[in-house]
């Protein structure tokens, strides 16, 4: 809510008199940062719904004087909103395409702060079903003008009715590693909402320079599509994700000099449809925009469970450590020798650079994995015939103990959250 800051003539708030004041339009960024803030407080004071900001509680009042709800001034039956979050999946019904959809910190924020929009929350959700199952209709991707075509930087447009603004989801289509597939593919990246149509541009210009920062990271792969361009073209409207194998087949500086040359070619005035490239993609993770930053750009992930509990007014969401997508590197080390669990992990970085996601991430997948050696242990009783009451096994395994270990104690209760 606060777009704008008041800075006398010297460049120091203030509102006293005398002081010539003007209007300083904060940046996209640093509204982020005061929504980062507002987040943070909402969580630690365990509030059950965010409080709303200015536009949207003056557009709320506004409502309630002519007698209309918000889902009525969107055109969203409250009744069939609530009913409908039981039933809510990332696909629509039928759809045969998966794809990995995957956000970031803003987006969630964002996200977060339509809690209390069921119009809009509804809106928002209904184009995201759209983009997970690849449709690609003119109406709904429009690739961002001005930034390279290569890239796949596009804006989607949450249309409401003439007395409320528009949602703006600025996103783009990447190849990334897939926790999923153990390899990597085609994924949609959610990077932010924009509430204004002037904020798109700016953060599709982080966008590119998240990938430009991202060039200098160790972490580089070649990647060589598995099938061809045409076989992602659209499927009766529909973009498939493609799936991508890992090699070395030209000299780096090439692959850099090429894509130099591809990224010349911007998105005009006119649009453009979006773009498949069918040769070798040199990929390396995006890194933060910010230049005092130094860490790649953190993604997580989202699905039906995560999707239910963001539009869920009240819901507890899953903790990002516990929906963090790790690298291909970091998914290694999460489940080295996993089945056996014979081996021991020394894991040194410095701060920011992922040790604990990755000891969260290992200590999950060690969970499970004996969840489903007890499982299996149940089921191959029952099939016997000499399970317990209620088909419980009458062998049961030991209960799998795990103990995390830390002087710190925010960082401590953090792990406690996501468990």
């Known amino acids: 809510g606060a777009g704008k800051a008041a800075v006398d003539a010297d460049g120091e708030s203030g509102s006293g008199r005398g002081s010539a004041t003007k209007e300083r339009v904060l940046t996209f960024a640093e509204r982020m940062e005061l929504v980062h803030v507002l987040i943070d407080e909402f969580h630690a004071s365990g509030e059950s719904a965010l409080p709303e900001d200015e536009g949207v509680r003056a557009k709320t009042d506004e409502c309630k004087e002519e007698g209309r709800?918000?889902?009525?001034?969107?055109?969203?039956?409250?009744?069939?909103y609530a009913l409908s979050l039981k039933d809510l999946s990332l696909t629509t019904p039928g759809s045969v395409v998966e794809w990995d959809v995957r956000f970031t910190r803003d987006f969630r924020d964002q996200f977060l702060m339509l809690r209390s929009r069921g119009g809009l929350m509804a809106l928002l959700i209904r184009l995201l079903q759209r983009?997970?199952?690849g449709e690609v209709c003119e109406e709904l991707v429009a690739p961002v003008?001005?930034?390279p075509r290569d890239l796949n930087i596009n804006v989607s447009t949450v249309q409401s009715d003439q007395r409320n603004r528009d949602?703006?989801?600025?996103?783009?289509?990447?190849?990334?590693?897939?926790?999923?597939?153990?390899?990597?593919?085609?994924?949609?990246?959610?990077?932010?909402i924009a509430f204004e149509e002037s904020d798109v541009a700016a953060v599709a210009d982080s966008i590119v320079q998240s990938h430009v920062r991202g060039r200098s990271s160790t972490v580089m792969r070649q990647l060589r599509p598995t099938a061809p361009a045409v076989l992602a073209e659209q499927a009766e409207d529909r973009k498939i994700p493609r799936t991508y194998e890992v090699g070395e087949w030209e000299e780096v500086d090439s692959l850099l000099r090429e894509e130099e040359k591809r990224h010349a070619a911007l998105v005009?005035?006119?649009g453009c449809s979006w773009r498949v490239y069918d040769g070798i993609v040199l990929y390396t993770p995006p890194a933060i925009a910010s230049a005092d930053s130094y860490n790649v750009l953190k993604f997580y992930q989202m699905d039906d469970t995560v999707l239910r509990s963001i539009a869920s007014p009240g819901a507890?969401?899953?903790?990002?450590?516990?929906l963090f997508i790790p690298d291909e590197r970091e998914d290694g080390f999460i489940n080295q020798d996993i089945e056996t669990r014979s081996s021991a992990i020394l894991l040194v970085g410095r701060s920011g650079t992922g040790k604990t996601s990755i000891a969260v991430g290992r200590m999950w997948s060690l969970f499970r994995e004996w969840q489903t050696e007890q499982q299996a242990l149940v089921a191959a009783e029952v099939a016997s015939g000499v399970s317990g009451e209620g088909g419980q096994g009458k062998r049961m395994l030991p209960g799998y103990n795990q103990v995390f270990v830390t002087g710190n104690r925010v960082l401590r209760d953090q792990v406690r959250k996501s468990f």
């Open 69 to 80: 709800s918000d889902e009525q001034e969107q055109g969203v039956d409250e009744v069939d």
């Open 131 to 133: 983009l997970s199952s």
């Open 145 to 147: 003008k001005g930034t």
């Open 167 to 192: 949602l703006y989801v600025v996103w783009q289509w990447a190849p990334d590693y897939s926790q999923r597939i153990r390899g990597y593919c085609d994924t949609i990246r959610l990077f932010a």
């Open 268 to 270: 005009g005035s006119e």
């Open 316 to 322: 507890a969401m899953p903790s990002l450590p516990e």
